[in-house]
């Protein structure tokens, strides 16, 4: 039975905006900044990954992976305010944004908190294809997402990280003691990064962003 790597429980998923079905276009390929927070606003931040900084607007597109706890307090706040990047994320805080490149500007399109910035302080990258979707089949060892009209099927791997509540954190040498089934299920809406190569598409990473309970 195929196994899986498992990350750190991140809880409830704040997503600033509604989820939104689709291939993202190879044209508008995503990059990936680990580093830093050296400043943020309620519409941007300022991360110095390695020896650049880079600083990226943040809009209703912009997906906040932050604690449960985190979200209860913001929203216990008179009034409930609408979530804003600088509720969760403060200068020295390391993350990862998965961010596209816009007309001259970096647009986030997904901010975590990460443990640490990473050797060097931090690094620049291309990003994985990105996919998103509901789940419409699951098993040990693939699954398939219903995204922008088409069904797409991902092969998984040792390598495979899952973000969903109740995931835990193992190495990727030691693998895991559980399958993706545990954490993913039929009518998850979900965001997945994969590779395409030597035939098959394998995901890197899948993020639950709505269980289907």
Do not use: C, W
Not at 19 to 24: A, D, E, K, T
Not at 37 to 63: I, R
């Amino acid at each position: 039975m195929q196994h899986i790597n498992r990350l750190v429980t991140l809880g409830v998923t704040v997503a600033v905006a509604s989820f939104v079905v689709g291939v993202i276009p190879a044209s508008a390929q995503n990059k990936e900044a680990r580093g830093n927070v050296t400043a943020v606003t309620t519409t941007s931040m300022t991360v110095k990954a390695g020896a650049q900084e880079l600083t990226f607007y943040v809009d209703g597109e912009t997906h906040l992976e932050v604690r449960s706890t985190a979200k209860q307090l913001q929203q216990a706040q008179p009034g409930s305010p609408k979530p804003r990047v600088n509720d969760f994320f403060q200068a020295g805080v390391p993350v990862v944004v998965r961010y596209r490149e816009e007309g001259g500007r970096n647009h986030a399109l997904n901010i975590d908190r990460v443990g640490s910035a990473g050797s060097g302080g931090g690094s620049i990258k291309e990003s994985s294809k990105l996919a998103e979707g509901k789940v419409t089949a699951v098993s040990a060892s693939q699954f398939t997402i219903s995204s922008d009209g088409h069904d797409l099927t991902f092969a998984i791997d040792r390598d495979t990280d899952v973000l969903a509540r109740g995931a835990s954190k193992t190495a990727k040498a030691a693998g895991g003691n559980t399958t993706l089934a545990t954490f993913v299920h039929q009518g998850d809406s979900v965001s997945v990064s994969y590779r395409d190569g030597e035939g098959k598409l394998t995901a890197s990473e899948v993020r639950v962003r709505v269980a289907n309970r």
